[in-house]
């Protein structure tokens, strides 16, 4: 029985028939590995939590200051969020009030405290210098536990605005420069609480600043803040089997694996043979392109004289020489092309012939 013939390919064709497949099949099983087999992984919230600030003022005027005494400045119903003269201050009546409100009531450790910091900045040559920075205890640290979704804070205090005020002057005055100051309010609280074994600690530090100038005196910063945050946690969902899609990858699976028996059985490689006399060939016809005449028959000539030229070079030279065209037949048989330069009954001749 005859062998079936093999068929025929380059190298370069049999590499990328099997690199394709081999492509296919990872992306195959992948694909069918994360259909069948992988879960979807998301985050969800366990917990969230939301939490507001709110700072609310009355502000004391010293009763005994002249404008006050012939009525010129009435020291009752001063509003917030207004500029006030800064020698007219005494005190400020402060309420500081913090809500911590969660979505699950759980086991709740929290600690708060109130401080001041007093700062002074120099400034020289353009350059802001702080040469002053003081931290006062306005309320003591508290702590408390409670088992809620609820946290209230709410601490009223007497800010002597005045003192601040006079330690400001005191240092101008002693090392004779000026200064720009502001005195900070903080609130810092800290709220503890463990949810599914997770700890959870949020922190908050109000934002608000007395800014003691020489002159007049403001409240600036955030009086009201609201923050949320929360705790969230992986959660694996199983995907829905999707019976087209594993088909589709079973099928280019086998259709790979055919590829790669295929080309491993039914082929086989043909070395690429670089053919020197066709090269050669078409460089001289390239090169003399407007020298060379091509003739559909041999070159003869009967009775005369034929030289053999073996370089081609000496038939460029004859043509240049003699004004003569390179006469051309090329052999549609075998690998064979006949160059002449015919003069005075002379064929001057060069064959060009190919391996055998």
């Known amino acids: 029985m ?44 366990i917990y969230t939590y939301d939490s507001n600030f709110k700072l609310n003022y009355n502000v004391n005027l010293i009763k005994d200051n002249i404008l006050i005494k012939n009525n010129i400045v009435d020291p009752n119903n001063i509003p917030m969020g207004r500029v006030y003269v800064t020698d007219l201050l005494d005190n400020f009546d402060m309420n500081f009030g913090y809500n911590y409100k969660s979505s699950t009531k759980t086991e709740i450790d929290y600690t708060y405290k109130i401080t001041a910091v007093l700062k002074g900045v120099y400034t ?18 508290k702590s408390e536990s409670v088992n809620s979704d609820n946290v209230k804070i709410d601490e009223n ?46 922190n908050y530090v109000s934002d608000v600043s007395l800014n003691i100038g020489e002159k007049t005196t403001d409240v600036s910063g955030k009086l009201t803040d ?27 699976l086998l259709i790979a694996l055919f590829v790669i028996r295929y080309v491993l059985k039914q082929t086989t490689v043909v070395n690429i043979i670089r053919n020197e006399y066709k090269l050669e060939l078409n460089k001289i016809l390239k090169i003399c392109q407007d020298k060379i005449v091509q003739v559909s028959s041999p070159l003869q000539i009967r009775g005369e004289e034929t030289i053999e ?5 000496e038939i460029i030279k004859l043509s240049e020489e003699l004004s003569k065209p390179i006469l051309c037949y090329i052999s549609k048989q075998k690998e064979e092309s006949l160059f002449a330069v015919i003069t005075n009954g002379v064929l001057y001749r060069y064959i060009l012939k190919g391996e055998k």
């Open 2 to 45: 005859r062998k079936k013939q093999k068929k025929k390919i380059n190298r370069i064709a049999k590499y990328l028939y099997l690199s394709i497949s081999v492509l296919m099949i990872v992306f195959a099983i992948g694909s069918i590995y994360n259909v069948a087999f992988s879960n979807d992984t998301s985050m969800k919230s």
């Open 124 to 141: 020289e040559d353009g350059v802001d210098k702080e040469v002053l920075n003081k931290q006062y205890t306005l309320l003591e640290p």
């Open 157 to 202: 205090l007497k800010l002597n605005v005045r003192d601040y005020i006079e330690q400001i002057r005191l240092f101008e005055q002693t090392l004779g420069i000026k200064l720009k100051s502001n005195l900070a309010l903080l609130l810092s609280v800290n709220v503890k609480t463990v949810i599914d074994g997770k700890n959870l600690s949020a």
């Open 226 to 252: 609201d923050k949320t945050g929360g705790l969230e946690a992986a959660e694996n969902t199983t995907k829905e089997v999707s019976a087209p899609l594993i088909v589709f990858d079973i099928v280019l």
């Open 309 to 313: 030229v073996k370089d081609f070079q």
